[in-house]
C-alpha cells in the first residue's frame, strides 16, 4: 500500500487528461460520409460548382444562324467586348527560381502555379509513395473571373472567364487586354516578384466610363483543390476559406462540413484559399472588398479533388484600377508574417492559448533549434528535452508527493487492519492522515494538469508546420503524416487507416511499461481491492485504445510522444534514487505532525463531508438491521 494513494492521484491526473485528449480529437475528426458512385460524385460536383459560380445551366444547342443573326447574338450577349468573345486559347509563363506560372489568355487568368521546391506524395495500393510536382490552380474546373456591368448587353453583364485576352509580356509583367473596341480595353496586369511566391495584380480599364453601368466589379473564384498530402482525410479538416476583415482578426469557413460565411457589407481586406500546407491568398492595396462570401463545399475519400471552395466579393472600380496582390506558395510562418495583415493566422497552429504558445514560443524555438542542427527529428529531440527539463520542477513536485505518501505506509496500514473493508470509514481516516502529516494527495495530480497547454498546443503544432513536411526521420518518411512500417489488407477502426505506425506502437509500449512500473510498486494485497483492479485495467486499456487515434497522426507529434515518455522515465528513477532522501522526508512530516494545524480551509471541509457522508451510511445501516 505504500504508494498506492499516491499513484491513484497521478493515475487519475493521467486518465482525465486522456480523456479530455480523446474527446478532444473525436471533435477535430472530420465527419464520415458515406462512399459515391461515380454518378453521384458527378451529379454532386455539377450541383455543388454551378450555383457557386453562378454559370447558368447548359441550354438546347442552338439553331445555326445567319452571320448578321449571329453577330447580332454575339453582341447582344457581349456588348462592345463582342471582338474578344472569339479566339484561341494560349497559355503564357513567367517563372523565378521558386515559381513557374502558367496563364491563360482565355479569361486572363492563372491556370497552374507549380512550386519547384515541393512536392506531393501519393500512395499506391501497395503502400509505395509516389512523388509529383505541388501544383496549385491547376484544376480545369477552376474559374477565375469578375462580372463587367456592361450596358446593352442581355444579361447586364459579361463574365470575363468568357473573353480571349491579347498577352504582353514585358520581363516579368504579363498583361492581359480584352478589347472594348475604339481603343477601349479591360487590363489584368501580373508581375511575379523574383525570389518570391507573391505576385503584384492590376486590374484596370481604359475608356470603359462608357461601357460599365457601374464603377464596381464582382469577382468570383471556385477553386477546386488538389489532394497534396498523404492523408488525405487530414488535409481535408485543415483546408478551408480564411479571410480578414479590414477591423477585425482573420476567421474562416468551417473545416469539417459545407458552410457559408456571408459577410454583406463589411470591409474584408484579404481571403485565401488553403490546403492544409500551401494556400493562395488575394490581398487587397489601398481599399476594401465588400459583400463577400466564403463557401467550403466538402467531397469524399472517393472524389479526384480534395475539396472545393469558394469566394466572391465586390471591387470597387471608381478609378478605373483596383491593385491587389497574389500569393501562391507555401504556408511559412516568417513570409506569410511579412504581408503585415495578419496573413501567417492561415496556418492553423489552434486559436486561444494554444495558439499563441504555437506561434510565439514553440516556433520560435524550433526555427532557432533547426537552424543549429538541421535534422527536423533531432531537433523533436531537443525541443522535448527542453519542455522537460523546463517542466522538471513540477516532476520532481510529483514525484516528491509520491514519496511523502508512500512514507505514511505504516500508518495506513494500522488504519486498514483498524477499519478492514469499511471503505467509507478508511477514507475519512485517510484524509484525516494526510491533514495531520501535511500531505496533499492531489501533489500528483497538478503537475500533469499543468502541462496540458503544452501538449494541447503541440498537438496542433507538428500536423501544421510545413518544415515537418515530408522530412524523414529513421522509417518515418514524412513527419507532419503517420510512419508506416506495415500495409494492412483492411482497414483499422475508429479512423485508424490501413497501415501500423511504429511510433505509435513504441508510444504505447513505453507506456504500459511506465504503468507496469508504477503498479509494481503497490501493496500486492491491494491488488485484489476491486476499485484497484478497475484502475489497473484502464491503466493499461487507455494507451492500447489511443493507439487507434494516433496511428493516422503525424509521426512527429508521435516521435514528440516517445521521446517524452522515455524522458519521463528517466527523470522519475533519477528523482527517486538520487534527489529524494526518505528519511529526510520521514523527519519533515514528523515536524509537520507537531505543529499547530490551521481551522477551515478545502481539506477540512472535505474532511468534513466525509465524515457526514460515513455518519449517514453508518444511520442507514441501522435502519436496515432493524428492519430485518
Known sequence: MEERQSNISTFIGIGLIFLLLFLWMRTSQPPQQPEQTATEQSAQQQTQTTPAANVPAQQAPAPVLG?????????AKFGAFAAASTGKEQSTTLENEL?????????GRIQEVLLKKFEKISVDTSGKEIKNPVRLLEDNKNRFE????????????VLTSDLYFTPIVNGNTISF????GQGRYFEQRYTLRPNDYTIDYQV??????SVLSQQQLRFNWINHLDKLEKNQTYERTMSSVYYKKTDASSDYCDCRKNDTDNLGQEPVQWFAHSNQFFNTAVVASGFSFRDFIGETMMLTDADPDLKILHAAATVPFESGMASMTIYSGPNEFERLRAFGVQLEDIIPFGASVFGAINRWVIHPIFDILQSIIGIPGIVILILTLLVKLLLYPLTYRMVLSQSKMAALKPQLEGLKKKHGDDQQAMSVETMKLYSTYGVNPLGGCLPVFLQMPIWFALYRFFPAAIEFRQ??????????????????????????????????????????????????????????????????????AMPVMF??????????????????????????VFTKKFLIDNDKILAELEAKKNQPKKTGGFRERLENAMKEQQRIQEERAKQQGKKK
Not at 452571320?67 to 453582341?75: C, G, H, K, L
Not at 513557374?100 to 479569361?107: E, L, R
Not at 484596370?204 to 466610363?209: A, S, W
Not at 493507439?547 to 517524452?564: I, K, P, Q, R
Open 67 to 75: 452571320d448578321s443573326a449571329s453577330q447580332a447574338m454575339t453582341n
Open 99 to 107: 515559381v513557374k506560372v502558367t496563364f491563360s489568355n482565355k479569361g
Open 146 to 157: 469578375y462580372e463587367l456591368p456592361v450596358n446593352n448587353t442581355a444579361s447586364g453583364k
Open 177 to 180: 487586354r480584352a478589347d472594348a
Open 204 to 209: 484596370t480599364g481604359n475608356g470603359l466610363q
Open 471 to 540: 522530412q524523414s526521420f529513421l522509417w518515418a518518411t514524412d513527419l507532419s503524416s503517420y510512419d508506416s512500417i506495415m500495409q494492412l489488407p483492411f482497414q483499422l477502426p475508429f479512423g485508424a487507416g490501413n497501415h501500423l505506425s511504429l511510433f505509435t506502437i513504441i508510444w504505447v509500449v513505453t507506456t504500459l511499461w511506465y504503468t507496469w512500473y508504477s503498479m509494481k510498486q503497490m501493496d500486492a494485497s491491494n491488488m485484489q481491492n476491486e476499485q484497484m483492479k478497475v484502475m489497473q485495467y484502464m491503466q493499461y
Open 547 to 572: 493507439m487507434f487515434f494516433f496511428n493516422s497522426f503525424a509521426s512527429g507529434l508521435t516521435l514528440y510522444l516517445c521521446f517524452s515518455n522515455i524522458l519521463n522515465i528517466g527523470q522519475t
